[in-house]
């Protein structure tokens, strides 16, 4: 079992900068591929970022490309979104995730979940 607790949520002007965490328990976090995801109630749950195990591999929608930014920490059991030019249409919850198969872009591929934390980003 691995357990994920985001951190780092909150408001923001349009063009500012966020970091979120998201701290893995257990002793196996750097065999786990790890992404981000986001969800309003307006939308289904929505891939934005994904780092391999190694580090070596990164996955993102082109929404974010340029502004947003996966990296991980795994002596730390740790992995960052770190969020700049922040929009708002970059409102959402935002969820960290684990996996260890290969359907890395899904949602449904994923299979331990944090509880979310929400950024909000005004005009």
């Known amino acids: 079992q691995v357990q994920l607790v985001e951190s780092g949520g909150g408001l923001v002007q349009a063009g500012g900068s966020l970091r979120l965490s998201c701290a893995a328990s257990?002793?196996?976090?750097?065999?786990?591929?790890m992404g981000w995801f986001r969800q309003t109630p307006a939308k289904e749950r929505e891939f934005v970022l994904a780092?391999?195990?190694?580090?070596?591999?990164?996955y993102y929608v082109d929404s974010v490309k340029g502004r947003f930014t996966i990296s991980r920490d795994n002596a730390k059991n740790t992995v960052y979104l770190q969020m700049n030019a922040l929009k708002p249409e970059d409102t959402a919850v935002y969820y960290c995730?684990?996996?260890?198969?290969?359907?890395?872009?899904?949602?449904?591929?994923?299979?331990?979940w944090g509880q979310g934390t929400q950024v909000t980003v005004s005009s």
């Open positions: 780092i391999s195990g190694s580090g070596r591999n990164i």
């Open positions: 257990g002793r196996t976090f750097s065999t786990y591929t």
């Open positions: 995730a684990g996996t260890r198969t290969s359907n890395v872009l899904r949602s449904d591929g994923y299979e331990y």
